[in-house]
């Protein structure tokens, strides 16, 4: 099946500061790719959905400004969480679809992001 | 709106018992995808199985089968004699978008953890 590489796969940091994560689609173009989050022994819920070349949707509640997404390329996705605090730590999972073919969509392996 | 549900929270097992994740979801499309995931410890996600809305034939694979029934919403999931490697979360998800566009967005249910012990 399709590979898609998260990186990293967990990351520390202090409050205040940001993270990026990168989500790559590595045998296959993703006009689509879509972030999630996860809290410990919780569901994963959709944070947005990004756009190669164009700006992202984010689902209600999710502040844009504090979580930046950019799709530059058809195979790389990129979330920032600005200015982190400890309430930011999560499990952080991407997924991709490839570009014009009607398949599930492959999950990175996820980033665990804790804010100290 | 669309909503999954996943009544069991937690399941344990005794190896090659044969266990059964619930699913059950809600949705205003006639057209539509269900999903299973298995989440390891390791957190990955991995992918078990796709069924679109109009096939509502049973699927075996392996040890894994999975019951499609469009008269109750339900699309259960059963691993037959199962193993120790079996343990982890497993997710029952939605997609509304049939046609594979772009918004191809997830819903997931809470999951279930399965521990099956040797």
């Known amino acids: 099946g399709a590979v898609v590489s998260q990186h990293p796969s967990w990351v520390i940091c202090k409050s205040g500061t940001s993270v990026k994560i990168e989500c790559r689609s590595l045998?296959?173009?993703?006009?689509?790719m879509f972030w999630y989050r996860q809290f410990p022994k919780q569901s994963l819920m959709l944070m947005a959905t990004?756009?190669?070349?164009?700006?992202?949707?984010?689902e209600q509640g999710v502040e844009k400004d504090k979580f930046l997404i950019n799709h530059a390329s058809l195979t790389l996705s990129t979330l920032t969480v600005t200015s982190a605090h400890p309430e930011d730590s999560s499990f952080y999972i991407c997924?991709?679809?490839?570009?014009?073919?009607?398949?599930?969509?492959?999950f990175g392996q996820g980033t665990r992001l804790t804010v100290v | 709106a669309q909503k999954v549900t996943q009544a069991q929270t937690e399941i344990s097992v005794v190896e090659k018992e044969d266990v059964t994740l619930d699913c059950v979801y809600e949705?205003?499309?006639?057209?539509?995808?269900l999903f299973w995931y298995k989440q390891p410890p390791s957190g990955e996600l991995v992918f078990l199985i796709r069924?679109?809305?109009?096939?509502?034939q049973n699927e075996i694979s392996g040890r894994y089968s999975w019951n499609f029934q469009k008269s109750t919403s339900s699309f259960n999931f059963t691993i037959t004699a199962s193993q120790v490697v079996d343990s982890a979360v497993y997710f029952c998800?939605?997609?509304?978008?049939?046609?594979?566009?772009?918004?191809?967005?997830?819903?997931f249910g809470k999951g279930t953890l399965l521990t099956v012990n040797p």
């Open positions: 997924s991709a679809r490839e570009t014009g073919m009607n398949t599930e969509a492959f």
């Open positions: 045998d296959f173009q993703a006009t689509t």
């Open positions: 990004s756009n190669e070349g164009s700006k992202a949707t984010y």
């Open positions: 949705t205003r499309d006639t057209t539509y995808y």
């Open positions: 069924r679109n809305s109009f096939d509502e």
């Open positions: 998800a939605l997609s509304e978008d049939y046609s594979g566009g772009s918004n191809y967005k997830l819903t």
